[in-house]
């Protein structure tokens, strides 16, 4: 298994709701990552987990609470967001944080596209 | 906080001919790596060609290889025989241990 799966692929929501993006890869990465992207924009980074335990945050809004349950799944709780919250969520893998070779490439998945009305 | 710029937004090759897509990056750092991916309509992100930054050697994955010229903090992707397939966003990243920095992008049209 060399993917990266993540779901839904599109979520609409009002901002009261309470909704998660989940995350999953099954080869043995220890680091994952969730980004945001804006429609003809890079990807901006907003967390990184390593080894299950959050080592960046991107002064994310509180309103975006990422969870690692094991070191296969990553979930991005979503609660109270606003409209320009809508985006392209990527979740992406990689086999290592430390800098070796061959354990830098990220393995993206498909993305969620969010819409908050 | 390292930068990445790609100052072509928007690039166009004929199918079959050569293109060279650019890319520079700030950092003080002596270790760290660079990548270049490419992201058609489809969303995914999709790795195209990495490049330690210890190695002087420029990569290179077939059709796709780069001129990396580390005084000058410069990152150049060169696309040989292009093919229609190749058309999509191209991302420039730089990346130091958890953190990974993406540049603007370049849009690749490729004309049949």
């Known amino acids: 298994d060399t993917e990266v799966t993540q779901t839904p692929k599109h979520l609409v929501m009002g901002m009261t709701n309470k909704k998660s993006l989940k995350c999953e890869q099954h080869?043995?990465?220890?680091?994952m990552y969730w980004y945001k992207q804006k429609a003809k924009k890079p990807p901006e980074l907003m967390f990184v987990y390593s080894y299950e335990k959050l080592s960046i945050n991107e002064s994310v809004p509180s309103r975006f609470s990422p969870e690692c349950p094991n070191s296969s799944l990553l979930n991005l709780h979503l609660h109270a967001l606003q409209p320009e919250d809508s985006a392209l969520y990527l979740c992406?893998?990689?086999?290592?944080?430390?800098?070796?070779?061959?354990?830098?490439?990220?393995?993206f998945g498909a993305g969620s596209r969010l819409t908050v009305l | 906080a390292q930068t990445v710029t790609q100052s072509q937004p928007e690039m166009s090759v004929q199918e079959a001919e050569t293109v060279t897509l650019s890319c520079t990056y700030d950092?003080?750092?002596?270790?760290?790596?660079l990548f270049w991916y490419k992201q058609p309509p489809s969303r995914q992100m999709i790795l195209v060609i990495r490049?330690?930054?210890?190695?002087?050697q420029n990569a290179t994955e077939n059709r796709f290889s780069v001129n990396f010229q580390k005084a000058a903090k410069s990152f150049s992707l060169k696309i040989s025989d292009s093919q229609l397939g190749d058309a999509a966003m191209y991302f420039c990243?730089?990346?130091?241990?958890?953190?990974?920095?993406f540049g603007a992008g370049t849009r690749l049209t490729v004309k049949p």
């Open positions: 490049q330690e930054a210890y190695k002087q």
């Open positions: 080869m043995g990465h220890r680091a």
């Open positions: 950092t003080s750092e002596s270790d760290y790596y």
């Open positions: 992406a893998s990689s086999q290592d944080p430390a800098p070796t070779p061959g354990a830098n490439v990220l393995t």
């Open positions: 990243a730089y990346r130091r241990r958890n953190d990974m920095r």
